[in-house]
């Protein structure tokens, strides 16, 4: 039947067009942002997901500049301890040098105070970002026998996050220690054996000037010998120590980095558009657009139709 008051054909086109024009500003939206799901409204369930692992991955980025920052804190310690094993070492030949009997031991002595600043000199300046762990305090309020780099980041099932450290014990590595009850290996007094006791010589400080040629001078030189050799010992253990440190550092590293190109794909994968899909998804909705304004033409030139019916 046809009307001049209700066109059911042009209703029903108009319907289509409006449908096809709605699809058709969505799919152009989704071109323009690159996303398939770009608020809550487009997919609750994923936008929530995507909302979470977006969050996630900016605090994995700061791990990542943490487990940077701990590395080269690490390094610093390190190079300065091989640093002070070498000077170390150079005492050590210069005491043995010392032990020859008439020797000059004076300007031995001279030699040893020289490489004794320069120890002290290396400590003092391995720090980095306001941190030093071969030279420190134990008796200050800020002190942390326990040094920690943020290493993960990490979401349980039920919601709640973890944040873990690789941890560096500070007090293996510390060479010198300005608390009167704490002490260093560079500072700690050693007995005739060369281990750290409670009264003896230290490293830092041992004088040879004014040592003879009797035995008992040729003895404690000898001591002296066998506590820097400890002390390089420990040296030693301690760069060994910040060594693994540092290689689980880049491991973690590594794995960070492949963790957040991972959750990267995730979030691509909820809510990234294929834009082969909406490329040929646009071309299709335009024709239709085009169809349905010729169909709505057609249906409201009905009423013209009717309109010739009753003319003479």
């Not at 004076?106 to 980095?128: K, M, R, Y």
């Not at 041992?206 to 050799?229: C, F, H, K, R």
Request: proline residues 0%.
């Amino acid at each position: 039947m046809n009307s001049i008051k209700t066109n059911s054909a042009a209703m029903t086109a108009l319907q289509s067009l409006q449908m096809t024009n709605k699809e058709l500003l969505m799919t152009q939206q989704r071109i323009s942002t690159g996303f398939r799901v770009g608020s809550a409204e487009d997919n609750a369930a994923y936008w929530s997901i995507a909302t979470t692992m977006r969050s996630d991955s900016k605090s994995l980025s700061t791990v990542r500049d943490a487990l940077g920052l701990g590395s080269a804190t690490v390094d610093v310690a390190y190079t300065s301890i091989e640093s002070a094993i070498d000077v170390a070492s150079e005492i050590k030949a210069k005491l043995v040098a010392a032990r020859e009997p008439g020797i000059n031991r004076g300007a031995i002595q001279s030699e040893l105070t020289e490489l004794q600043s320069q120890l002290a000199n290396i400590a003092g300046s391995s720090s980095f970002s306001g941190q030093n762990w071969l030279s420190v305090d134990s008796a200050s309020a800020n002190y942390n026998a326990t040094a920690s780099v943020v290493s993960s980041f990490s979401r349980k099932a039920d919601g709640t996050i973890e944040i873990g450290t690789i941890s560096v014990n500070v007090t293996n590595t510390k060479l010198y220690d300005a608390s009167a009850s704490a002490v260093g290996i560079l500072d700690g007094l050693r007995d005739s054996t060369g281990a750290i006791a409670a009264s003896g010589f230290s490293v830092a400080s041992l004088s040879i000037g004014a040592l003879s040629d009797s035995a008992g001078d040729l003895s404690t030189l000898e001591s002296y010998i066998m506590g820097v050799d400890k002390a390089i010992t420990e040296m030693t253990g301690a760069a060994t120590s910040l060594g693994s440190v540092k290689q689980r550092i880049g491991l973690q590293q590594e794995f960070v980095k492949m963790l957040l190109d991972s959750i990267d794909r995730g979030i691509s994968t909820l809510v990234d558009a294929d834009m082969n899909e909406e490329s040929t998804k646009l071309q299709a909705l335009q024709v239709q657009q085009q169809l349905g304004v010729q169909a709505l033409s057609i249906a409201n030139s009905s009423s013209q139709n009717i309109l010739a019916l009753f003319q003479q």
